[in-house]
């Protein structure tokens, strides 16, 4: 008898020989099976218990161990007297122990040599006034420092996580590169970082960063080389990926100079934290490399290892495909396909860059993206089809599957979502093998305990969490990977819980119970008629059943291919639909985002998918064999994902496919899922389903009334107001939060990615609660103050932009340049003069405008963006007064209607706001000559300061400070600027300094009583 095989994204079940039912294997298609069937499932409760308790909870590994010890006592006793039951529960517990114990040694204890003790060796009380002890150049320590010495077997093993509760230990300052000399040994091998993650000065060099990891073996002493451990993520500078591999290669022994460093933890509220992510895989420290030319091969690895064998066959299989693709040197719109070839079909994802893969996750896709159980499903149905073929026996299909999915497994990378994927085929081979129908809830459980075993870590994973999610709603929707017949109605008084009299008077104001007038249909039966017309081409037809047998009979062979047709078409859709409502939670809290276009596109998208990876996969076995052969499945593949790419592009663009979200707190995630869960186990068998859409219902009023009865509970102090200089790096971003809450933004650019600042910003203002802001002020134009709103008015909406009057002629003047440039290169005027100074109010810095490309440049982006969100344009100009609210009073300094003679810097918009006699001035990028007109004016003294020009010499320290007298003083920019002699004329005038790139976000809050000012890496100022 044929193998019939069943794959639902990557859960097997083979069919098995029919024998008699027997009342053991008797289980509702309709619910789980009970814990009994399922003992894995508990045990996977009890694993993740301990792992979260133990990352949340400041648990010793005594504690954990005394507990465990404890609990298999408490077992061993129970076992003796015959408590089964109790003796279960101290078994979980032991295993909750233990969970914890392995989690809390992977997390926080390291080898006595780990090279993050170097980097945070010198840690030490951060002094406010750093610039007061300069040593003469006689003093100044080596660049390899004797007294850096590594820690001895005789000091703890434990590396101590960034304490941001104090400004002791771990405060910025074990965040700072310090240049060392590294011999390691290269795990992976370099990958690009795309052009818009580089820094603009090596843009401009045609350099680009590339990253790798490696396994320290030595550091560097002074004169001696000291024994160390640890994984490090190198980044270095390059022109080409070819200096690089050159130079070495994976496994071999390399030494390397650079400047180490703490991963940093988030430097604004509510952005990702790539720290928490990188310690996971037990990464702590970056090394930085400015060339290739500091990295130098010692020894090279043996060819044979597997990982080389590995990498080099997923390398060569990738610059194959390259070779026999079509080849459009004109077009760049497909440039990107060899790449999407590797990350769909080996897992090089790393690859690709981010603005590529952007509508991808805008449109709920990106799992196209990641080796998943998908694909895994795919090359098992695949498999099928050529053993079927070839018309192999059941034995040798089943080891077939099996063979395959382990190899593509490897192939691809190994990640956890592939893991899951293939532990669940193999068991299913393995029940298939010995003709027992395997569990899926079982299989599943078992895959999540090997990858928690692996890296307990992985548990608090997005990409984990939502493979397991889908496989959990797959397994409930259709446990034998088929349609479910329609289960007859329950019996309410055998199968439900009696309800209070309360709510069955309830119930009979409900539309579906009111009463039907003799002679006429309720709506809800007509359309019991529609669903059972439509489940006549949904469902399943069984050719047992004289009814179904007749069904088929009546049917023609064109309908019958329709049906099977929409059959397989609503299998996905209401599978994708079903999946989509049970992530959109996670989604919305980790991203912010609600893809609706991911309903359709998983459904269009999933035949260009399996066509693209089933000759993308031969072409990787078979290809290199036969160059015809090879370049037919090459052109196969390379159409496959050339339309699946335009229709993902294309959707991106469609009107509500997605919607930007401040997302779920974490409260309200925990019930979603907790309630879920609750529903599943225990009350699906005891209460009707209305009962479970009424507790949802409840908990999305509840979780929409949170905030407004919070603040309801708690109001705000009278007269307090908020502001938080943002981390942006070099650039600027101030959000205000004002008494009467409106939200202001002051500023928002920086001269890295504009959708990565917009981002930054965002995550901030979603995790204060806030969905639209009031008021936009920009300073001036130049890039760095303004490129990331057009991304950040996607995401939030702005009811007003307010700006200088110069810089909206300005703006208007490059819109009509940009309006009348013509389309095509060979139609190009000449460059046009620009206007005389007279006939502008400002003079633009056009360097930082120009685009080769012809795309529009920042400032007519941001005029787009204006047009299309509709938002109302306003322009100021000094001398300016007025009242937002009776108590806050708003002042424009500069500029005036004409400007001055100067660059845009010099003309940038100084606001003034006042809340109950506390006063913050912000001075955007103001310079000479802008500054001594300020100057001239009235003294304003005020509380908080922004530094102009982030903190450079041409701002006037000095003058500045003895004309406003703040108290605090703040400087945004990044790290590589040098502001020690503003910060110290700022410090001798009185004031305390806080630095964005050295503290990360500075939030302040003032009262009428006080101002306390705090960073993101120092909670508390430093006395």
């Known amino acids: 008898m044929s193998a019939r095989f069943a794959s639902t994204d990557s859960t097997a079940s083979f069919s098995e020989p029919s024998r008699p039912p027997t009342d053991c294997l008797k289980l509702s298609p309709s619910f789980p099976p009970s814990v009994s069937y399922v003992p894995l499932i508990v045990v996977l409760a009890a694993v993740s218990a301990g792992i979260t308790a133990d990352r949340y909870a400041p648990i010793s590994w005594g504690v954990w161990v005394g507990l465990g010890l404890g609990s298999l006592a408490l077992w061993a006793v129970c076992w003796i007297w015959r408590r089964d039951r109790l003796a279960g529960l101290a078994i979980l517990l032991a295993v909750a122990c233990a969970a914890g114990c392995w989690h809390h040694l992977r997390w926080r204890f390291f080898n006595p040599r780990h090279i993050a003790r170097y980097a945070a060796c010198e840690l030490q009380k951060t002094d406010p006034n750093p610039w007061k002890q300069t040593l003469p150049p006689s003093q100044t320590r080596p660049a390899f420092r004797s007294e850096n010495r590594l820690p001895e077997e005789a000091d703890l093993e434990r590396i101590p996580e960034p304490d941001l509760d104090s400004a002791g230990d771990m405060g910025p300052m074990a965040f700072r590169l310090e240049p060392v000399a590294l011999e390691a040994v290269v795990q992976t091998t370099p990958y690009p970082v795309p052009v818009s993650g580089s820094p603009p000065w090596q843009r401009e060099k045609g350099l680009r960063l590339f990253r790798f990891y490696v396994e320290v073996c030595r550091i560097r002493d002074a004169d001696q080389w000291r024994p160390a451990t640890g994984r490090v993520l190198v980044r270095v500078s390059a022109r080409r990926l070819e200096e690089l591999t050159g130079q070495f290669g ?470 307090k107001w908020e502001c938080a200089f943002l981390s942006v790096g070099h650039g600027l971003a101030v959000v205000l939060h004002l008494p009467d809450g409106q939200t202001w933004l002051y500023d928002a650019g920086s001269i890295a990615a504009p959708d990565h600042t917009a981002q930054q910003i965002a995550c901030y203002l979603w995790s204060r609660g806030v969905t639209r802001l009031d008021a936009v002020f920009l300073s001036h134009l130049d890039q760095d103050h303004y490129n990331a709103l057009p991304e950040l008015m996607e995401r939030i909406p702005v009811d007003r932009v307010v700006m200088p009057s110069g810089m909206a002629v300005e703006i208007a003047r490059l819109w009509k340049e940009h309006e009348n440039r013509p389309t095509q290169n060979h139609d190009r005027p000449k460059t046009q003069e620009e206007p005389p100074t007279a006939e502008r109010h400002f003079q633009t810095v056009r360097s930082i405008e120009t685009d080769v490309s012809y795309d529009p440049p920042p400032a007519v982006r941001l005029y787009q963006a204006i047009r299309r969100s509709k938002t109302t344009l306003d322009t100021v100009h000094a001398p300016c007064q007025w009242q937002a609210d009776p108590q806050i009073h708003v002042w424009i300094f500069h500029p005036p209607p004409e400007g001055v003679p100067a660059n845009d810097n010099a003309n940038s918009l100084v606001l003034g706001i006042e809340i109950a006699g506390r006063r913050v001035l912000l001075t955007g990028d103001l310079e000479p000559l802008g500054m001594y007109r300020l100057l001239k004016q009235a003294a304003w003294d005020c509380d908080l300061l922004l530094v102009p020009h982030h903190g450079s010499r041409k701002s006037e320290p000095t003058a500045l400070a003895r004309w406003c007298r703040p108290e605090w003083v703040v400087i945004s920019g990044g790290r590589m600027l040098s502001t020690h002699a503003a910060e110290k004329q700022y410090h001798d005038a009185g004031a305390q300094v806080r630095h964005t790139g050295r503290d990360g976000a500075v939030l302040a809050e003032l009262t009428p009583q006080q101002l306390h000012v705090r960073s993101q890496w120092y909670p508390e100022p430093v006395p």
């Open 250 to 719: 994976l496994g071999d022994r390399v030494r390397i100079f650079g400047q180490l460093g703490r991963i940093a933890p988030p430097a604004n509220p509510g952005e990702y934290d790539f720290a928490a992510s990188a310690r996971g895989n037990r990464v702590l420290c970056t090394l930085s490399c400015p060339a290739a030319e500091c990295i130098e091969r010692l020894s090279a690895a043996i060819w044979y290892r597997p990982d080389r064998l590995l990498d080099a066959v997923r390398r060569e299989g990738v610059r194959h495909f390259l070779e026999y693709i079509p080849r459009r040197p004109d077009s760049d719109s497909d440039s990107h396909i060899p790449q999407l070839a590797g990350t769909i079909l080996l897992g090089l994802r790393e690859e690709l860059p981010p603005d590529y893969t952007e509508p991808f996750v805008r449109t709920g896709t990106v799992h196209f993206l990641s080796i998943s159980g998908l694909h895994v499903g795919m090359v098992v149905l695949l498999v099928m089809e050529v053993m079927r073929l070839v018309g192999a026996g059941r034995s040798v299909e089943i080891l077939a599957i099996a063979a395959v999915c382990v190899g593509y497994m490897v192939v691809s990378g190994a990640r956890p979502p592939t893991v899951r994927a293939t532990v669940l085929v193999e068991l299913g081979c393995l029940a298939a093998w010995v003709s027992r129908r395997p569990l899926g809830w079982n299989t599943l459980a078992a895959a999540g305990l090997v990858i928690l075993a692996w890296n307990p870590a992985e548990l608090f994973r997005l990409g984990t969490q939502l493979s397991f999610l889908c496989v959990a709603v797959l397994l409930i929707l259709f446990q034998k990977g088929r349609f479910g017949r329609p289960t007859s109605p329950k019996l309410a008084m055998e199968t439900a819980a009696s309800a209070p009299s309360w709510i069955h008077q309830f119930q009979k104001f409900l539309p579906w119970n009111r009463p039907v007038v003799e002679g006429q249909d309720s709506v809800w039966r007509r359309l019991g008629r529609w669903k059972d017309y439509f489940w006549t081409w949904v469902g399943p037809l069984d050719s047992a059943d004289p009814l179904d047998r007749l069904i088929l009979r009546t049917m023609s062979r064109p309908e019958r291919l329709i049906r099977s047709f929409v059959r397989w078409a609503g299998f996905l859709f209401l599978s994708g639909a079903a999946i989509w409502a049970v992530v959109l939670p996670l989604i919305m809290a980790k991203m912010h985002l609600i893809p609706l276009s991911g309903l359709v596109l998983n459904v269009l998208a999933w035949p260009m998918m399996f066509v693209a990876l089933g000759s993308g996969l031969v072409f990787v076995i078979l290809g290199w064999i036969w160059a015809p052969v090879g370049c037919l499945l090459a052109r196969i593949c390379y159409g496959g994902l050339y339309l699946l790419e335009k229709l993902i592009r294309g959707a991106m663009d469609w009107p509500g496919s997605y919607f930007w979200t401040p997302g779920l707190a974490t409260w309200q995630l925990v019930g979603f899922y907790g309630g879920l869960a609750a529903w599943l186990v225990y009350f699906r068998r005891r209460l009707r389903p209305r009962w479970a859409w009424l507790a949802l219902s409840l908990w999305i009023l509840l979780g929409w009334a949170a905030g407004p009865l919070f603040r309801w509970v708690q109001p705000a102090e009278p007269g």
